[in-house]
DNA sequence: GCTCGTATGATTGTCAACAATCCGCGGCGC
DNA sequence: GCGCCGCGGATTGTTGACAATCATACGAGC
């Protein structure tokens, strides 16, 4: 018989649940970088006491998300020129893993996923916002097809700080095309099981992607 | 002027403190995989309130050093034969990562550095705990010496559940000259920029110490 | 006019008590 | 004998209040 779906039942603490909210709050820009988050306000609007709340600010922190400065409050990190070099950095270090791994496993598999998630890309081409959503999901898919808990979990993180930087620049999107055809050739480079080609190509994308991010030269995010 | 060491004054919170110190606890093998870390116990044994010793734990949770379960309890994760291999797997990922970073960058401080280490680690070659301590450093200033405080924070992380696989083969230590001989090769690889020797040598390191792991077929932390 | 000391306000850090949940064991019914 | 039900113990999850700390603004002194 089939239990798919039956299992998690596990409930998730409300620290856990906080997390994830607020983790997605500071994903989409609600909280710009920089924002104090008091802890009694937002304790009152999540609807929720002090200490969960406290417990998932802890979690966030350990993500590196939030800057924590004592006695002073929790503020959320906001990344410079150089920040935003590492993120990418060390993204193309982790997807480069998990390419290798995926290529010697079930390879199939993970092209049919991936796959999907190009062609959710593609109908998202037209709404920036839906756009960054399926590429987020695009790589979440890649690293998640290597089977590497590790591997994901540091991802998951690095793909949050990725919205982060993006957020910051979505008055002028990047042209879909352009990121269509380097999703396409990563693709391809997994189908085709070519490791250097999906390092190059994979470099190449971060590449690309932090110069989007840097170009207009100093203006939104760049402070030291 | 020089200012060198005066600035960060800032002090760390308890919370902070405590995740260091069962951090270390958990490293060492005080509380061994499995374990049970009640709080009401490890409030008072460390002299703090459950409050901030709960956002430690959640901070550990984070990094995937404690398992959570609803209503049950905090439990030291136990890593089976998959964990190990991921771990290295990603362990060599980020260090490759780092590497290659430390290549392109001030690579003559970083010889400097890592010699140090190699040289703590020969001076420690007669006592296997000094002798994993060592080799911890030496990992660890590795990729600090890359720059890249999201790679570093990866190898934290890593580096503690390597200890944690470690610490249940410490009745029969590896041969500390194969180590030191693996650790040489490291540090000529970047010595010399060789960056294709590197990755080699590195995910060489890496099998030989699952290997030496996993050995004992079976014994010690393989469980599912 | 500038600097130092002080008062104030807000925020975080910490604590002890309450409530909810879950495991293990004994008894009951079948 | 076997399975189900309920109870006791323990642990976590959550809450609200208290205390410590720091930044800011104001006024006195030089």
Redesign the pocket.
């Known amino acids: 018989m089939d239990l798919t779906g039956l299992e998690p039942v596990e ?1 998730r ?3 856990a649940i906080v997390a994830d909210r607020l983790r997605e709050a500071i994903m989409r820009g609600t909280f710009p970088p920089g924002t ?5 306000e937002l304790a009152t609007r999540l ?6 709340l ?1 417990e998932a600010m802890q979690w966030l922190v350990a993500e590196g998300l939030l800057r ?1 400065v ?5 503020f959320v990190r906001d990344l410079d020129a150089a920040d935003v070099r590492d993120v990418y950095a060390a993204r193309a270090a982790v997807e480069r893993a998990a390419g290798l791994l995926l290529i010697a496993g079930d390879r199939a598999a993970a092209v049919v996923r991936l796959s999907a998630s190009l062609a959710a890309m593609e109908a998202a081409a037209g709404d920036p916002v839906a756009l960054a959503d399926a590429d987020h999901a695009f790589h979440h898919e890649l690293v998640a097809a290597s089977g590497s808990p590790r591997l994901q979990r540091m991802a998951d993180t690095l793909l949050v700080e990725t919205r982060m930087c993006l957020a910051a620049l979505q008055d002028n999107p990047p042209p879909a095309e352009d990121l269509l055809a380097e999703h396409r050739a990563l693709l391809d480079a997994v189908r085709t099981g070519d490791v250097a080609r999906l390092t190059t190509v994979l470099e190449a994308h971060m590449a690309d992607a932090v110069d989007r991010i840097l170009a207009p030269a100093g203006e939104s995010a760049v402070s030291a």
């Not at 609807?47 to 969960?52: A, E, I, K, L, Y």
């Not at 004592?70 to 929790?74: E, K």
């Open positions: 409930r603490s409300t620290a104090q988050l008091g802890e009694v609807g929720v006491s002090r200490g969960p406290r924590s004592r006695n002073r409050g929790l």
